[in-house]
């Protein structure tokens, strides 16, 4: 059977390679932009193509989840993702069509891939009694890193998108398929298996949570959307330096997830949020209106340090209960992933009327109502994270 230490390091290499999926497309998205000959809002309803598959899939995955466990659906996740994204390679330049369709069947494998990797950390926190899902996460921004890096390199070598995407997602794929058997088992009770999700979406603190979850993630996708492209569009840097400042503000974001997982415990969710909130803000506005590169740069820093808590803590906040934590999850992400299905669409017809820089504004904007309900994610017992301890699958207590 899985041991915890297993199963921690298993979810740490499913985290990293979805990011690194991600981010390998994302350094593609302005030669998509060009291949096509898209507008901002042509371009940000290309994008809205993931979004519509991810939330499509989410609000059934911890179904599936309860069903058939985190291994299986991980899997198909991941298999759907690696289809989906060789399709749209394919069709990149020449066939709009198939890439759209394509862009939808990866978003449809991403949901599932995401809800069971979070559901999977969970578990593990839970195990460990101490707060390890930014860590996580910081493990998918690491991907990021190493993808952005990657593409930024292989565009300045000419390497097609279709060889570069195609040897990604394969890797990626192959791999989860050999670590997730060290998952942990993530059972719910029969009784409750049936009732699971529809109870879990009348909870009013589960509900609260999504809504923050949807306003920080907009925080982080806006940067993995359009990040790039409003560099190129605004500061009048090339493709590749774009792609670089992309992987300045993933860099950053590792950066924050490490170190907020020893001031989560410390000073608490809520206060932890509401400062990385303010940090985020403060870095839009810099990139928006300095005019000097290093004040640009650091603005991308602190919008990516500002931008690295918000979706674990909510990924932690929803399953602090393990029952129906998989259900949670699931109801969380679909809420949150509204912000990718609205923000690429939002953020390109904005960037039509005023510019693809000055339209990261709506970031600022929306970080605002959010801290309203930054308390729903306070931990259940208190100011730091207390848990119930889980028995190692080979007998031994977790820590």
């Excluded at 059972?187 to 529809?198: D, G, L, P, Y």
Aim: charge should be positive; proline fraction near 4%; avoid cysteine.
């Amino acid at each position: 059977m899985p041991t915890l230490t297993a199963a921690r390091n298993a979810v740490g290499l499913t985290f990293f390679l979805n990011g690194l999926v991600f981010s390998s497309w994302v350094s593609r998205i302005p030669e998509v932009r060009s291949s096509f000959d898209l507008t901002n809002g042509q371009l940000g309803l290309l994008l809205l193509a993931i979004a519509v598959g991810s939330v499509l899939a989410l609000p059934t995955t911890g179904a599936a989840i309860n069903a058939w466990g985190t291994v299986r659906v991980v899997r198909v996740g991941a298999a759907a993702a690696t289809a989906g994204m060789l399709a749209a390679a394919l069709g990149l330049g020449h066939l709009l069509a198939l890439t759209v369709v394509g862009l939808f069947v990866y978003g449809l494998g991403i949901g599932v891939w995401d809800v069971a990797m979070n559901v999977e950390g969970a578990e593990v926190e839970r195990g460990l009694r101490r707060t390890i899902m930014p860590r996580f996460h910081a493990g998918f921004s690491g991907g990021t890193v190493v993808g952005a890096l990657l593409g930024a390199l292989l565009i300045r070598i000419d390497v097609p998108a279709l060889a570069h995407l195609a040897a990604v997602v394969v890797l990626s794929v192959v791999l989860v398929w050999r670590s997730s058997p060290s998952f942990l088992p993530v059972v719910e009770r029969r009784e409750q298996q049936a009732t699971s999700a529809a109870r879990a979406w009348l909870e009013p603190r589960t509900l609260l949570i999504g809504v923050m979850v949807l306003a920080l993630a907009m925080t982080e996708g806006t940067a993995n959307d359009w990040l790039a492209v409003a560099l190129v569009d605004g500061h009048d840097v090339s493709h590749a330096v774009g792609v670089a400042g992309f992987a300045v503000f993933v860099l950053a974001m590792t950066a924050g997830r490490f170190a907020g997982t020893g001031l989560i415990d410390r000073f608490g969710r809520v206060l932890v949020l509401w400062g990385t909130m303010v940090i985020a803000g403060a870095g839009v506005l810099l990139i928006v209106f300095a005019t000097h590169p290093a004040l640009v740069v650091a603005g991308i820093v602190l919008w990516g340090v500002g931008a690295s808590l918000g979706f674990p803590v909510g990924m932690s906040a929803a399953a602090d209960n393990p029952v129906r934590a998989a259900s949670r999850v699931s109801v969380v992400s679909t809420i949150g992933y509204a912000a990718f299905l609205a923000g690429p669409p939002l953020l390109g017809f904005v960037g039509d009327q005023v510019g693809t820089l000055k339209a990261l504004l709506v970031v600022a904007v929306l970080l605002m109502p959010a801290a309203l309900v930054v308390p729903s994610a306070r931990e259940r017992h208190g100011g730091r994270a207390v848990r119930e301890p889980v028995v190692d699958r080979v007998g031994e207590p977790g820590a």
